[in-house]
């Protein structure tokens, strides 16, 4: 069995999925999770923080995330001399880039580079060449009996384009004949689409009621201001849909109570809307539009911060 050795200063190997530490609510009862598939290594869930971006309505990014993919591979530095091999007709036998942390809404570009350089040199090339707008993410080896059979490193842009929710790029590589055999990787993830039916029409609803419950009570304000309830709605249609990402979340702490919610009443013909963020099981914001639940949008974080600036005790 190959073991991992990774590098990377406050980071966990390789082969080790991060379970999303977070503090039970009462709106998480039960734990819950999904198993990554055995004999590949893989990342940890998230290794930097979600952030939430307020920008315009998010749509189906595949095509933007294919671009920024093909970007990120042009920009890998590589010792000279190095030749692009044809892929084979089944994936190199170690060199397994890193799973990624989200499960749909994810590309894999992907190449194969024959270097006439050995491992260690490859290996020290791409630490010292770090591309432009990346940092330094991953390093680190794999080995079976005590013999290092292949190397990895990965980068993270410092920045990442709208609509997109995670990138990275793996270089994985291990020692051939004469050489060494190099498979590069851009796995870019994107935010998926919303639905149109959790769009806030703020000009339908005549106040929404902000509130914070807990087990010493609740806190709320009621805003009635068009510009106000203008800002708040804007808020929450700019916010992305909630990517399909692999965590693990632990039951809730029974009893204990920690609810922030926005409630939109409508003023004629539209119906009550209720926003619910929570950071419980990641950072998401939940929405039910009349009696129907919608598919859930990320940024339970930013909405929280918002919602707490309005109920604090003056």
Not at 43 to 68: C, E, F, I, N, W
Not at 249 to 278: D, E, H
């Amino acid at each position: 069995m190959d073991v991992p050795h990774a590098h990377t200063p406050g980071r966990l190997p390789r082969s080790v999925l991060a379970a999303a530490t977070v503090v039970g609510t009462a709106l998480m009862a039960a734990a819950c999770g999904t198993a990554p598939a055995p004999g590949r290594p893989t990342a940890a869930a998230s290794q930097r923080p979600v952030t939430v971006k307020l920008s315009s309505r998010s749509s189906d990014s595949r095509a933007g995330a294919q671009a920024y993919g093909r970007r990120l591979l042009a920009s890998l530095r590589l010792p000279p001399g190095a030749r692009v091999q044809r892929w084979p007709s089944k994936p190199p036998a170690g060199l397994n880039p890193t799973t990624p942390a989200i499960l749909t809404d994810t590309i894999d570009l992907r190449v194969l580079y024959r270097i006439g350089a050995s491992m260690d040199q490859v290996d020290a090339f791409l630490l010292a060449h770090r591309p432009p707008a990346l940092t330094w993410e991953a390093h680190g080896s794999y080995s079976h009996f005590a013999t290092v059979t292949s190397e990895f490193v990965s980068f993270a842009p410092r920045a990442l384009p709208a609509g997109i929710y995670s990138a990275e790029l793996d270089a994985t590589f291990k020692p051939d004949p004469g050489g060494t055999l190099l498979r590069a990787d851009a796995q870019v993830a994107w935010y998926p689409a919303r639905s149109s039916a959790d769009y806030i029409h703020s000009s339908r609803y005549a106040s929404v009621t902000v509130s914070h419950r807990t087990n010493r009570g609740t806190h709320a304000r009621t805003v009635t201001s068009g510009p106000e309830l203008a800002k708040l709605a804007g808020l929450v249609n700019a916010l992305y849909g909630a990517p399909d990402v692999m965590s693990s979340c632990p039951a809730a702490i029974a009893g204990v109570i920690n609810v922030y919610q926005l409630a939109f009443t409508p003023a004629r013909g539209a119906p009550r809307i209720l926003v619910t963020p929570s950071t419980a099981c990641g950072d998401y914001v939940y929405i039910t539009v009349g009696r129907r639940a919608e598919p859930s949008l990320a940024g339970g974080s930013s909405l929280i911060r918002i919602v707490q600036r309005l109920v604090r005790p003056s």
